[in-house]
């Protein structure tokens, strides 16, 4: 190898760490509080998220009532009892009045040193419950931690009531491991539309785990006859069914029209409920076919590429199937823990040297070469496919805010997400 | 289910007493698996005959195939067994290879789903580190049985171990026993005593038996080769005695090290009282309330923590006569006469002529040791014996008092120095919950690496992304001013960004195994892309530090082998080690807010120097010829370029060799001193200046005279544009209608006369030549610091020749209420964005990103502040 350029002899791979995630799912639950056992480095992590995708986040506070806190341990000089220091700290913050449920977790070098977290958390008897969020930053990927966060917040609920049958009523159900990364009106919308849909289709939404409330109004979803499993938070979701004895069933995510149906036809036959889909479902689904059908035309045949993670990518490229455009790309920031519900695109590049994963692309010739780029921020900033339009979606998009309603999920979501791919072509919107 | 872990000395019979007890287990009817956590993988040989593949050899995802992958059937029925394994000896990270194991264990639910009715775990000799009590975590072992002989070192040993159960107590682990396995009766005899001394019992005591020698060399269970055996007796009794174990009501407790000492010369220890069922954390002590009125009879007020020391100021009684006893303290020690500086440390390191009481010593702080023999000494012994009651440790727990969590937080950082009268305190989510700050010193520059140097970070992704741009408080935010991009709204990027900063991506495997193919293998790359006569500089993250591998023998041969030059730096760049005594109050530097953001360590700085002074000498003799170099401007250099060619001066145009480019300069003129680079200029025998900041009309001026000066030239310098001096009054005459306020601590008051708080922008200056008002408010929690604050304060404006208006506050509630007024009051310092400390009191926050370099610089900035004060966006 002759390389001597940065970027062939160290490669800046597509991938975020294990504690964005765990940051993520702090910032989705209003009150969770975290304590990070470590130095101060871990701090700015969260800048990742405050203030540069989530513009309504509460993570940080200027007035000093910060929700992630650290340790500010490091291996050196060595503490005779650093889980002493630990529980004292995480005895404080329980107290401390402020946050209903706090997970401690900790920066890798902890893990080598063998840090009981599990024991510490459980033995914080007052103030507000902890849990561990075990340390895997060395082995598991943002995708991990934000599910085993959620878990761990799960494993806090309060013990469930017992739930009665209800005859006549609508099954109820409660939809765990949605990717809330952000407060904003992308995803405060598809919970609406996911609500509004699950109440069309014969079933009440009781709770999204999670969706930017307090800590408490989590155990709504304890409540639910049917607890569905967005791929987010598998653990989450089958602990939440666990608990409540609910069933459990696991789903992709409703993108799109067809993609969406489906999704609420599984939902009604795991809620016990028969018959096909309700009219007025079919009549919605045909209602935004009819506002999609004129954009065809900008999109059909068309390639795009998909920079993100893999959960959305599996609900994406079904979606741009029904808009007949092309994913001839995809490049994901997560290993694939489940099987992708798709045909794997003719490049698909995980966790990619993104300079290498950019000359993949730059390849692409013929009738593969792509007109479109859809993904998150750093596949823009990082020159995936320079010069393309580019669609932001995803976490993170640090340069597309949501002030207004901007669902992707279900019928509006579709109508919207086509709207959006539609207009980046049209208007040949580059990269930034 | 039984669960059981043998710990002991290495060579005293564990294994052999755990493999046999998992035969006994299993000839009862049980299903075992025995589990051998030992890197040296010989805890499975009798039961399986043979050697096993260990766990580790098989990294990887889906850990429960994994762990069944590796579960192997023993010939012994009922028996199966698991080997961790561990890395090759001396490299990687046994201990983490357990936890990983148990984890799998654990997480797979492997010992419910194969209904085994029995686990026994057989650790390694002596528990080095966490990883190797990773059995006593949550769902995992029970109950302790720890194998002793009379040897003193094993029973050094077991006193630790005992230590560690109690640890692991809050898990509901519990210590069964002790298994003797003694060469006499004497030995026996040591061993009971031992048992006694921390309140434990003898489970067993095992005989010396051919029995087990005969049956090793076979492979096989004695309990099973020679059942008649005296020692597959002593096995039955044993492991009778462990099911039959319950937690005691008055648990084991370790001796200390001197009552172990006692114990070894026969002297039996005191009667001691039991341990707490469980060592559950402490939280806030009960006796807080009594400490602090014993703090305040004894006239001490904890100040901060030094290196783990508390140290205090104590107040003299009035009745100590300093005529008398001398000429009272030494000037610029102490703050108001008869207030001392003290330090509270644990007794066995205390520093000199320490007055031991409890389990720690008070002395005078370094440097005021005088006043010992001044008679002082006397006067402190007998303040401080009202606190000799209190442990040591729950003195550090009061000086995190209040409830406050961000402030326990702080007091546990050797850095966290709160009310320190030592420097500032500079990181913004510090010393948070009381006061939190208005002013954000800029962090970042550090990662800026020199032309040709490369900087290794050799860390894992987490501390790949322990920076980041335009956060909400800006934790990591991009350096305002003159070297900066001036206003921006960049999107973070991908870490990390800069094109010759790198991570080595340290991952589990690295951990394991060990790191030594990485980091050699990432010196190489970083030295070929440094090139030749380079500079690596490696920095050790905290993960790898763990495993202490030999990195100097890698840099060694990295400079050897590929021509570099090659410095590393450890887990001080982090900046969370403790500072050097002889250094109490050396400046902290900015900015350390990431993992490989070291303040400008000397090592670094020395390398660096050395690295550039090379290069620089390359171009020894190259005839100048331009007069001015700007080097480490940002976004301002073209402005300050066209000032200093207006100024009839030649500027080098940015050359893609930064050497070469300063070479050819007659000067060069930087945005902020630069330790490295001004020396490697000095070095090399070039001219260069830092000049007063080039903010506000009289600022460029400076700035420019002071380059004019440097050259030797007396024209003039370059003024305003036409028009700008006349658009100037205008806008101050705007100005004038509003103020401008800076909230700040009384450590900030002084520094806001120049710029080295705010990135090198001079902002109170620029504000007041503007014509806008200015006020302070100044965080003063008692009469004292008020007092003091007052005077700096009128310092600060006789010193800028302005009256400030200064007002005081000591608690949230009441910064807002004087945020609140007067209305005139339009603006306020602060570094957090759209802080709504300043909209929600109605006004606007402002920042030193707002303010630009030169004439028409200084003309901007004062529109942008006016287009704050005007607008009326809620």
């Given at each position: 190898m002759n390389a001597t350029s940065r970027a062939d002899l160290f490669p800046k791979l597509f991938s975020l760490p294990y504690q964005l995630g765990v940051y993520l799912a702090v910032n989705a639950v209003s009150d969770a509080g975290l304590v990070v056992d470590g130095g101060d480095c871990v701090m700015p992590k969260a800048d990742f998220i405050a203030g540069n995708h989530d513009l309504r986040s509460t993570l940080l506070s200027p007035y000093g009532k910060h929700r992630i806190v650290c340790t500010m341990t490091a291996p050196l000089p060595q503490d005779s009892n650093h889980e002493r220091k630990l529980s004292s700290l995480l005895a404080e913050v329980a107290a401390d009045g402020g946050f209903s449920a706090v997970l401690v977790t900790g920066l890798p070098f902890f893990k080598l040193a063998g840090v009981d977290y599990e024991g510490v958390a459980a033995g914080i008897t007052k103030g507000s419950p902890v849990a561990d969020v075990p340390a895997l930053s060395l082995e598991a990927g943002w995708l991990e931690g934000y599910d085993l966060a959620l878990e761990a917040l799960v494993r806090l609920l309060p013990a469930p009531r017992r739930r009665g049958r209800r005859p006549g009523k609508r099954p109820r159900v409660a939809v765990a491991g949605y990717l809330f990364d952000r407060g904003e009106r992308d995803h405060t919308a598809n919970l609406a539309e996911l609500g509004r849909l699950l109440a069309l289709s014969g079933l009440e939404l009781v709770s999204v785990l999670p969706s930017g409330v307090p800590f408490r109004e989590l155990a709504r979803g304890l409540e639910a006859d049917l607890v569905v499993s967005l791929p987010y938070g598998r653990r989450a979701a089958a602990r939440l069914a666990a608990r409540s004895g609910a069933a459990l069933l696991e789903t992709g995510l409703p993108m799109g029209l067809k993609g969406t149906s489906a999704w609420l036809a599984a939902l009604r036959r795991a809620a016990g409920l028969r018959g096909g889909l309700p009219a007025a479902v079919a009549a919605e689904e045909s209602m935004a076919a009819g506002e999609m059908a004129p954009l065809l035309?900008?999109?059909?045949?068309?390639?795009?590429?998909?920079?993100?993670?893999?959960?959305?990518?599996?609900?994406?490229?079904?979606?741009?199937?029904?808009?007949?455009?092309?994913?001839?790309?995809?490049?994901?920031?997560?290993?694939?823990?489940?099987?992708?519900?798709?045909?794997?695109?003719?490049?698909?590049?995980?966790?990619?040297?993104?300079?290498?994963?950019?000359?993949?692309?730059?390849?692409?010739?013929?009738?593969?070469?792509?007109?479109?780029?859809?993904?998150?921020?750093?596949?823009?900033?990082?020159?995936?496919?320079?010069?393309?339009?580019?669609?932001?979606?995803?976490?993170?998009?640090?340069?597309?805010?949501?002030?207004?309603?901007?669902?992707?999920l279900g019928f509006s979501g579709a109508r919207t997400l086509a709207g959006r791919l539609a207009n980046a072509l049209r208007s040949g919107n580059g990269p930034r | 289910?039984?669960?059981?872990?043998?710990?002991?000395?290495?060579?005293?019979?564990?294994?052999?007493?755990?493999?046999?007890?998992?035969?006994?287990?299993?000839?009862?009817?049980?299903?075992?698996?025995?589990?051998?956590?030992?890197?040296?993988?010989?805890?499975?040989?009798?039961?399986?005959?043979?050697?096993?593949?260990?766990?580790?050899?098989?990294?990887?995802?889906?850990?429960?195939?994994?762990?069944?992958?590796?579960?192997?059937?023993?010939?012994?029925?009922?028996?199966?067994?698991?080997?961790?394994?561990?890395?090759?000896?001396?490299?990687?990270?046994?201990?983490?290879?357990?936890?990983?194991?148990?984890?799998?264990?654990?997480?797979?639910?492997?010992?419910?789903?194969?209904?085994?009715?029995?686990?026994?775990?057989?650790?390694?000799?002596?528990?080095?580190?966490?990883?190797?009590?990773?059995?006593?975590?949550?769902?995992?072992?029970?109950?302790?049985?720890?194998?002793?002989?009379?040897?003193?070192?094993?029973?050094?040993?077991?006193?630790?171990?005992?230590?560690?159960?109690?640890?692991?107590?809050?898990?509901?682990?519990?210590?069964?026993?002790?298994?003797?396995?003694?060469?006499?009766?004497?030995?026996?005899?040591?061993?009971?005593?031992?048992?006694?001394?921390?309140?434990?019992?003898?489970?067993?005591?095992?005989?010396?038996?051919?029995?087990?020698?005969a049956a090793e060399r076979g492979r096989v269970p004695a309990v099973l080769a020679s059942p008649k055996s005296p020692f597959a007796a002593a096995l039955r009794g044993l492991c009778a005695a462990i099911r039959a174990a319950r937690p005691g009501s008055s648990p084991p407790r370790a001796m200390s090290d001197r009552e172990f000492s006692d114990f070894t010369e026969g002297r039996p220890p005191a009667a001691r009282p039991p341990a707490p069922r469980s060592v559950l954390p402490a939280g806030r002590s009960g006796s807080s309330r009594g400490l602090a009125a014993a703090f305040t009879r004894a006239r001490m007020k904890p100040t901060g923590l030094e290196g783990g020391q508390i140290v205090c100021e104590w107040t003299v009684p009035t009745s100590f006569d300093w005529g008398e006893r001398g000429q009272g303290p030494?000037?610029?020690?102490?703050?108001?006469?008869?207030?001392?500086?003290?330090?509270?440390?644990?007794?066995?390191?205390?520093?000199?002529?320490?007055?031991?009481?409890?389990?720690?010593?008070?002395?005078?702080?370094?440097?005021?040791?005088?006043?010992?023999?001044?008679?002082?000494?006397?006067?402190?012994?007998?303040?401080?014996?009202?606190?000799?009651?209190?442990?040591?440790?729950?003195?550090?727990?009061?000086?995190?008092?209040?409830?406050?969590?961000?402030?326990?937080i702080s007091s546990f950082s050797e850095r966290g120095n709160q009310a320190g009268p030592f420097g500032t305190l500079i990181l913004p989510h510090m010393r948070l919950g009381q006061w939190q700050r208005f002013i954000f010193p800029p962090g970042g520059a550090d990662l800026r690496v020199p032309q040709g140097a490369v900087m290794v970070e050799h860390g894992d992704i987490e501390c790949r992304f322990s920076c980041c741009d335009n956060g909400a408080?800006?934790?990591?935010?991009?350096?305002?001013?003159?070297?900066?991009?001036?206003?921006?709204?960049?999107?973070?990027?991908?870490?990390?960004?800069?094109a010759h900063v790198m991570n080595t991506d340290f991952g589990a495997l690295d951990?394991?195994?060990?790191?030594?193919?990485?980091?050699?293998?990432?010196?190489?790359?970083?030295?070929?892309?440094?090139?030749?006569?380079?500079?690596?500089?490696?920095?050790?993250?905290?993960?790898?530090?763990?495993?202490?591998?030999?990195?100097?023998?890698?840099?060694?041969?990295?400079?050897?082998?590929?021509?570099?030059?090659?410095?590393?730096?450890?887990?001080?760049?982090?900046?969370?080690?403790?500072?050097?005594?002889?250094?109490?109050?050396?400046a902290e530097p900015p900015g350390n807010c990431g993992s490989i953001l070291p303040g400008f360590a000397s090592a670094k700085a020395e390398a660096r120097a050395a690295f550039m002074a090379r290069k620089l000498a390359a171009f020894k003799g190259v005839k100048p010829?331009?007069?001015?170099?700007?080097?480490?401007?940002?976004?301002?250099?073209?402005?300050?370029?066209?000032?200093?060619?207006?100024?009839?001066?030649?500027?080098?145009?940015?050359?893609?060799?930064?050497?070469?480019?300063?070479?050819?300069?007659?000067?060069?003129?930087?945005?902020?001193?630069?330790?490295?680079?001004?020396?490697?200029?000095?070095?090399?025998?070039?001219?260069?200046?830092?000049?007063?900041?080039?903010?506000?009309?009289?600022?460029?001026?400076?700035?420019?005279?002071?380059?004019?000066?440097?050259?030797?030239?007396?024209?003039?310098?370059?003024?305003?544009?036409?028009?700008?001096?006349?658009?100037?009054?205008?806008?101050?005459?705007?100005?004038?209608?509003?103020?401008?306020?800076?909230?700040?601590?009384?450590?900030?008051?002084?520094?806001?006369?120049?710029?080295?708080?705010?990135?090198?922008?001079?902002?109170?200056?620029?504000?007041?030549?503007?014509?806008?008002?200015?006020?302070?408010?100044?965080?003063?929690?008692?009469?004292a610091a008020r007092s003091a604050a007052a005077a700096a304060a009128l310092g600060l404006g006789r010193k800028l020749g302005a009256r400030l208006r200064t007002r005081f506050f000591s608690a949230p509630a009441q910064l807002d209420a004087l945020l609140r007024r007067p209305r005139a009051m339009k603006l306020v310092y602060s570094d957090a964005r759209l802080d709504p400390r300043v909209t929600g009191a109605g006004r606007r926050p402002f920042s030193a990103a707002l303010f630009e370099p030169g004439y028409d610089g200084a003309l901007e900035t004062v529109r942008r502040l006016l287009e704050l004060c005007e607008c009326d966006f809620r």
């Open positions: 035309d900008v999109l059909a045949h068309r390639g795009a590429v998909f920079a993100g993670d893999p959960h959305l990518f599996g609900a994406f490229v079904p979606f741009a199937g029904e808009l007949r455009l092309r994913v001839p790309a995809a490049a994901l920031d997560s290993g694939v823990r489940e099987k992708l519900p798709v045909r794997p695109p003719q490049l698909l590049l995980l966790r990619p040297d993104m300079a290498a994963a950019a000359a993949a692309v730059a390849a692409l010739g013929g009738y593969d070469k792509p007109q479109l780029l859809v993904g998150n921020s750093f596949a823009a900033t990082e020159g995936l496919a320079p010069g393309l339009p580019f669609v932001e979606l995803g976490f993170p998009s640090y340069g597309h805010h949501c002030l207004n309603d901007e669902p992707f | 289910m039984e669960s059981i872990v043998f710990f002991g000395k290495g060579g005293i019979g564990k294994s052999t007493l755990a493999s046999n007890v998992s035969a006994l287990l299993a000839a009862g009817g049980g299903s075992v698996l025995h589990v051998g956590c030992d890197p040296k993988m010989d805890s499975t040989l009798a039961l399986m005959g043979r050697h096993i593949q260990p766990f580790s050899d098989s990294p990887g995802p889906d850990p429960e195939a994994r762990l069944r992958e590796f579960i192997f059937d023993a010939p012994v029925k009922g028996v199966r067994c698991i080997e961790v394994g561990g890395p090759r000896p001396g490299l990687g990270c046994a201990g983490t290879g357990i936890g990983v194991m148990l984890d799998a264990v654990r997480d797979s639910g492997l010992l419910e789903k194969d209904g085994y009715t029995a686990a026994v775990f057989d650790v390694l000799g002596d528990v080095v580190c966490g990883g190797f009590a990773a059995p006593l975590r949550r769902g995992f072992a029970k109950k302790v049985v720890i194998v002793v002989s009379e040897e003193l070192l094993s029973l050094y040993s077991a006193n630790k171990l005992i230590k560690m159960v109690e640890n692991y107590a809050r898990n509901g682990v519990y210590l069964a026993g002790l298994a003797v396995n003694a060469k006499n009766a004497a030995g026996v005899r040591t061993a009971a005593e031992f048992a006694a001394a921390v309140n434990t019992r003898v489970l067993a005591v095992i005989p010396r038996d051919p029995a087990v020698a030494a000037k610029g020690r102490t703050s108001p006469r008869g207030t001392l500086k003290i330090v509270i440390a644990p007794a066995a390191g205390s520093r000199d002529g320490p007055i031991r009481l409890s389990d720690w010593a008070v002395c005078f702080y370094p440097g005021q040791a005088e006043h010992q023999a001044r008679g002082l000494g006397e006067e402190l012994a007998a303040a401080a014996a009202g606190l000799a009651g209190f442990k040591y440790a729950e003195l550090t727990e009061y000086f995190g008092r209040g409830g406050d969590h961000y402030a326990k408080l800006n934790l990591f935010r991009e350096r305002p001013g003159l070297a900066g991009p001036g206003v921006s709204s960049r999107c973070p990027l991908l870490p990390k960004e800069e951990a394991v195994r060990g790191d030594e193919a990485l980091i050699s293998d990432s010196l190489d790359r970083a030295a070929r892309l440094a090139g030749p006569g380079g500079l690596v500089e490696f920095y050790l993250s905290c993960a790898p530090m763990l495993l202490a591998g030999d990195t100097g023998r890698l840099l060694e041969r990295v400079k050897e082998e590929r021509g570099v030059a090659a410095v590393q730096l450890g887990s001080d760049s982090a900046g969370l080690s403790e500072r050097p005594e002889e250094e109490p109050g050396a010829s331009v007069d001015v170099n700007l080097i480490g401007f940002g976004d301002c250099r073209e402005e300050l370029a066209g000032l200093l060619e207006r100024s009839g001066l030649t500027t080098a145009s940015p050359g893609k060799d930064l050497y070469a480019s300063a070479a050819r300069g007659r000067l060069a003129v930087l945005p902020a001193p630069d330790a490295a680079l001004c020396a490697a200029f000095s070095e090399a025998g070039l001219k260069w200046l830092v000049p007063p900041a080039p903010y506000g009309f009289a600022g460029v001026r400076a700035w420019l005279d002071g380059v004019l000066a440097a050259l030797g030239r007396r024209t003039p310098a370059a003024g305003p544009a036409p028009g700008a001096e006349k658009e100037r009054r205008a806008l101050a005459l705007a100005a004038g209608r509003y103020r401008a306020c800076f909230v700040v601590s009384s450590e900030e008051l002084e520094p806001l006369a120049g710029g080295t708080l705010m990135g090198g922008v001079p902002v109170l200056p620029v504000v007041l030549e503007a014509g806008f008002g200015a006020d302070l408010l100044v965080y003063a929690p008692d009469p």
